[in-house]
Structures are given as structure tokens and as C-alpha cells.
């Protein structure tokens, strides 16, 4: 088996690596076991300053990796470099902070001393997908290395070069042999690797059902997962929305990352009273977000990530459409080279449409009208998702409701839906269990070990 990255904009292959062998992985495993008897005696002091190195070097490298990335999955230069230097905060931000959070808790009992430590468990293994290729590897790697763990990457097959980098990257900056390791791996030989005493815990960010899939494994082995899913995240327009600001923040909701992240807005969920003028101005906005070439530094919205992705997305707007939606712009793939599909947004939407029911991961956003504030948080929770959402209102009391109301891990009023280190990261019903980023984040793959001293 070989792992292929093949350019979205040109369709092609830019890149071939060829998949590790059952004694490859043995040696991997192994190697990270030995890193992390050696890994999480480092003391945490020593450990920050890696992780300055390694944003040190990432920073200073930033046009190449974002090429990297660009050429891998087709986001723009643009979003590339952004997500490298965000990258490298994150890196700074565990490096400043990790210390603080892990230190040792004092609890007042009866004993002389009493309370709580942090520990590290071992080597995590980490299941990635190829839409932030840097990111969602970097936001966990970061503070599990600083917890004393050390990882092992199992990136999307597409990615290689990216999963590679990243490998590379920590073994520049000096963290030793086993504290990053890339496996060139297989979905068939996931259950095993799971299954070895040498994994303490698994992290993956991907689909429900491969989230189900690698949960029931680790419950298999009672071992903890964090699991980050797919999302079909709410953006709702309030009657005091300053629609001034809010659509051109529906436009970058919906088209970031080429429309493919799963905190993206898909679900835009309009009060009546300003449907219509929304309506109007979001579709002009998005028949004018410009397409093309993903290296070229006025492109906003590239290629989607590969050729069966295309087809996905196109069967599930042609299936719409014949169901009884109307597509305001957009609506159809781009003709030509490339794995093109144009911003789209559309409206009167069967909820039993495909439109209606599933995640659309790529452009297209579907626009809902309801009577009122609270109709809007009762569609926005009528969905097996609870990533993020989003509530666009001048009026604090809309605000607050928005914020009590929705059933999700993260809400975000006149902005649109961010990760950052300050605050957690994850979703609740079938968008996953367990958190990323921030204080929770770090200690997620840690031993909370109590202790109490006579």
C-alpha cells in the first residue's frame, strides 16, 4: 500500500510514500514506548523551550510548508500560511502555559498535605484528517507533548508530505527519538495498533462512523478516546442583526478552508423579519467570492480536496434540487481541471432532502427562514450534531438566549465559529466526547492522580 497526494487544482500526483510494514509499526511502537520512559522525565521547563524551538523553526518555514499544504488539499496559500502561523502560536501558548495548568493542586483534607497531580499516561495515538492538515495534528501535539506524552500520528492518506513535515519537525527541534512518530498506515491495521499495550489512548478527528468505530476499539482495551466529528453548525440571523456585518461573516463561514472544516456554518437560520434582505445580499456576496487557482493570493475559494469529494457534494445539491430546493447561485460543479465547485447557497430546503438532513463539506450553505428567535434555536438543535454554532444580534438578550439555548460545545456571538488555546475545543452529541485546547485540553491524556499525606 502507498499513501498518494494528488493536487486538487491540477489533478496531479505530486507526492507517493510507501505504507510501513507490520515490523515497521512494531519498531515505531517500540521506539515511542522507549521515547516516553524518556519523554515525560524531561523536565517541563526543558520541555517549553522544545516547543519554542520547534514554532522557532515552523515560523521560519512558514511559505514552504503552506505550498505544502496547499498543493496536498488544495486550501489557499492564503489559508495555508495562516493556519502555519496559528500553528506556531498554539506551540508558543502550551509552551507559556502548560507549566501553570499541570502544576500539582493542593486540597485541603484532614491529612497534612493532600490533593491532585497531572501525569502523563504514555503514547497517544493520534488519527487525523487532511482538511487542516498542520492544525488538527499541532493543537493536540502541542500540549500532549508538554503533558509528557508522546505521540503517534496516523494522517490522512492524502496528506503524506504534511504527516512527514510534522515528524520532522519535532525531531529538528530536538525532541528525541519516539516523542513524534508518523505511521504510513492503513484503516485495516488500525485495530491492531489500538489494541497493543504500547498506546495508552486514542484521539481522533473525522467522521461519525469512524468515531464509533475507534471508540468501540478502545472500549474493547478500556482506553480513553477524544473524539472531534462532523458538524452541521448553525448560524442564525436575529432581528437586531447588523446585516452590514453579518454577511460578509455568513460568506467566510461558509467558505473557509474551501468549505470544508467542520466548525464551518452550514445551517444559516434566518428570523422572518429579515429573511428576505438577507437572503438577497448572502447570495450576491457568494456569487462573487473569487474561484481559482489556490496559489494565487486573490483566490478565496480553491478546490475542493479530491475527486470523489466533488462527486459527493455534487449528488447531494442535484439531489436537492430535485427534491424541491432552489439554488440562488451556484448549484453545479465547474467544468475543467480541478476538483471545482462554486460558492452556492440555497433555500426552501426539504428537511428530507439530502441538503436537509446531511453535512454538506464544501460551499453550500442552506438558508432556513422561521418565525422568530426561538423557532431558530429549535431548528438549530433539530440535528444529531453539536459542534459550534453561531448567533448575529446587536440585542444582548438575543445573545444570551442563542448562548443558553443551543445545544452545542461552542458558541460564538458575531463571529463566526474559531479554535484558540484560551478555550476548549469539541462538541457534544454525535459531534464527539471529550475536549481539545485550553486547561481541559491538556489535561484530557493525563493520570489525575490523587494523593494524601499523614
Given at each position: 500500500?502507498?499513501?498518494?497526494?494528488?493536487?486538487?487544482?491540477?489533478?496531479?500526483?505530486?507526492?507517493?510514500?510507501?505504507?510501513?510494514?507490520?515490523?515497521?509499526?512494531?519498531?515505531?511502537?517500540?521506539?515511542?514506548?522507549?521515547?516516553?520512559?524518556?519523554?515525560?522525565?524531561?523536565?517541563?521547563?526543558?520541555?517549553?523551550?522544545?516547543?519554542?524551538?520547534?514554532?522557532?523553526?515552523?515560523?521560519?518555514?512558514?511559505?514552504?510548508?503552506?505550498?505544502?499544504?496547499?498543493?496536498?488539499?488544495?486550501?489557499?496559500?492564503?489559508?495555508?500560511?495562516?493556519?502555519?502561523?496559528?500553528?506556531?502560536?498554539?506551540?508558543?501558548?502550551?509552551?507559556?502555559?502548560?507549566?501553570?495548568?499541570?502544576?500539582?493542586?493542593?486540597?485541603?483534607?484532614?491529612?497534612?498535605?493532600?490533593?491532585?497531580?497531572?501525569?502523563?499516561?504514555?503514547?497517544?495515538?493520534?488519527?487525523?484528517?487532511?482538511?487542516?492538515?498542520?492544525?488538527?495534528?499541532?493543537?493536540?501535539?502541542?500540549?500532549?507533548?508538554?503533558?509528557?506524552?508522546?505521540?503517534?500520528?496516523?494522517?490522512?492518506?492524502?496528506?503524506?508530505?504534511?504527516?512527514?513535515?510534522?515528524?520532522?519537525?519535532?525531531?529538528?527541534?530536538?525532541?528525541?527519538?519516539?516523542?513524534?512518530?508518523?505511521?504510513?498506515?492503513?484503516?485495516?491495521?488500525?485495530?491492531?495498533?489500538?489494541?497493543?499495550?504500547?498506546?495508552?489512548?486514542?484521539?481522533?478527528?473525522?467522521s461519525e462512523a469512524a468515531g464509533r468505530s475507534v471508540a468501540s476499539l478502545a472500549g474493547q482495551h478500556l482506553k480513553k478516546v477524544v473524539l472531534e466529528l462532523g458538524g452541521s453548525d448553525p448560524f442564525i440571523v436575529a432581528s437586531s442583526a447588523n446585516l452590514d456585518v453579518t454577511v460578509?461573516?455568513?460568506?467566510?463561514?461558509?467558505?473557509?478552508?474551501?468549505?470544508?472544516?467542520?466548525?464551518?456554518?452550514?445551517?444559516?437560520?434566518?428570523?422572518?423579519?429579515?429573511?428576505?434582505?438577507?437572503?438577497?445580499?448572502?447570495?450576491?456576496?457568494?456569487?462573487?467570492?473569487?474561484?481559482?487557482?489556490?496559489?494565487?493570493?486573490?483566490?478565496?475559494l480553491g478546490p475542493v480536496v479530491s475527486r470523489a469529494q466533488l462527486d459527493e457534494l455534487t449528488q447531494q445539491v442535484a439531489s436537492s434540487l430535485a427534491a424541491g430546493a432552489i439554488a440562488l447561485t451556484g448549484g453545479a460543479p465547474v467544468e475543467g481541471k480541478g476538483f471545482y465547485y462554486?460558492?452556492?447557497?440555497?433555500?426552501?430546503?426539504?428537511?428530507?432532502?439530502?441538503?436537509?438532513?446531511?453535512?454538506?463539506?464544501?460551499?453550500?450553505?442552506?438558508?432556513?427562514?422561521?418565525?422568530?428567535?426561538?423557532?431558530?434555536?429549535?431548528?438549530?438543535?433539530?440535528?444529531?450534531?453539536?459542534?459550534?454554532?453561531?448567533?448575529?444580534?446587536?440585542?444582548?438578550?438575543?445573545?444570551?438566549?442563542?448562548?443558553?439555548?443551543?445545544?452545542?460545545?461552542?458558541?460564538?456571538?458575531?463571529?463566526?465559529?474559531?479554535?484558540?488555546?484560551?478555550?476548549?475545543?469539541?462538541?457534544?452529541?454525535?459531534?464527539?466526547?471529550?475536549?481539545?485546547?485550553?486547561?481541559?485540553?491538556?489535561?484530557?491524556?493525563?493520570?489525575?492522580?490523587?494523593?494524601?499525606?499523614?
Amino acid at each position: 500500500m502507498s499513501f498518494t497526494a494528488t493536487n486538487p487544482a491540477t489533478e496531479e500526483v505530486i507526492s507517493e510514500f510507501p505504507g510501513h510494514t507490520p515490523e515497521q509499526v512494531d519498531q515505531a511502537l517500540e521506539s515511542a514506548a522507549k521515547g516516553f520512559q524518556r519523554w515525560k522525565r524531561v523536565p517541563i521547563a526543558e520541555r517549553a523551550q522544545l516547543m519554542l524551538r520547534a514554532a522557532e523553526l515552523l515560523e521560519s518555514e512558514i511559505p514552504v510548508v503552506a505550498h505544502l499544504m496547499t498543493s496536498e488539499m488544495g486550501k489557499t496559500f492564503a489559508a495555508a500560511k495562516g493556519e502555519a502561523s496559528k500553528c506556531a502560536l498554539n506551540m508558543r501558548y502550551y509552551a507559556e502555559h502548560a507549566e501553570s495548568i499541570l502544576a500539582p493542586e493542593s486540597i485541603k483534607t484532614s491529612a497534612v498535605r493532600s490533593g491532585v497531580r497531572y501525569d502523563p499516561i504514555g503514547a497517544i495515538l493520534a488519527i487525523m484528517p487532511w482538511n487542516f492538515p498542520l492544525w488538527q495534528v499541532i493543537r493536540m501535539a502541542a500540549p500532549t507533548l508538554m503533558a509528557g506524552n508522546v505521540v503517534v500520528l496516523k494522517h490522512a492518506s492524502n496528506v503524506p508530505g504534511c504527516a512527514k513535515y510534522i515528524e520532522d519537525l519535532f525531531a529538528r527541534a530536538g525532541f528525541g527519538e519516539g516523542a513524534s512518530t508518523t505511521l504510513f498506515v492503513g484503516h485495516s491495521q488500525i485495530a491492531s495498533i489500538i489494541a497493543d499495550r504500547r498506546i495508552a489512548a486514542v484521539t481522533l478527528t473525522g467522521s461519525e462512523a469512524a468515531g464509533r468505530s475507534v471508540a468501540s476499539l478502545a472500549g474493547q482495551h478500556l482506553k480513553k478516546v477524544v473524539l472531534e466529528l462532523g458538524g452541521s453548525d448553525p448560524f442564525i440571523v436575529a432581528s437586531s442583526a447588523n446585516l452590514d456585518v453579518t454577511v460578509p461573516l455568513a460568506v467566510t463561514a461558509r467558505v473557509q478552508n474551501n468549505g470544508q472544516a467542520c466548525i464551518a456554518s452550514k445551517r444559516f437560520i434566518v428570523v422572518a423579519d429579515r429573511a428576505e434582505e438577507f437572503k438577497e445580499r448572502f447570495a450576491a456576496a457568494m456569487s462573487e467570492v473569487p474561484m481559482g487557482d489556490p496559489m494565487d493570493e486573490g483566490t478565496v475559494l480553491g478546490p475542493v480536496v479530491s475527486r470523489a469529494q466533488l462527486d459527493e457534494l455534487t449528488q447531494q445539491v442535484a439531489s436537492s434540487l430535485a427534491a424541491g430546493a432552489i439554488a440562488l447561485t451556484g448549484g453545479a460543479p465547474v467544468e475543467g481541471k480541478g476538483f471545482y465547485y462554486p460558492a452556492t447557497v440555497l433555500t426552501n430546503v426539504p428537511a428530507d432532502s439530502r441538503a436537509g438532513c446531511e453535512e454538506l463539506f464544501g460551499p453550500v450553505a442552506v438558508v432556513h427562514v422561521v418565525d422568530d428567535l426561538q423557532a431558530a434555536i429549535e431548528l438549530a438543535n433539530d440535528t444529531p450534531w453539536g459542534l459550534g454554532g453561531s448567533i448575529h444580534a446587536t440585542d444582548q438578550g438575543e445573545i444570551d438566549a442563542a448562548i443558553a439555548g443551543l445545544d452545542v460545545g461552542m458558541v460564538f456571538a458575531n463571529s463566526i465559529v474559531v479554535s484558540m488555546p484560551e478555550l476548549p475545543f469539541g462538541g457534544t452529541k454525535e459531534s464527539g466526547v471529550g475536549r481539545e485546547l485550553s486547561v481541559y485540553g491538556v489535561r484530557e491524556f493525563t493520570n489525575i492522580k490523587s494523593f494524601y499525606v499523614v
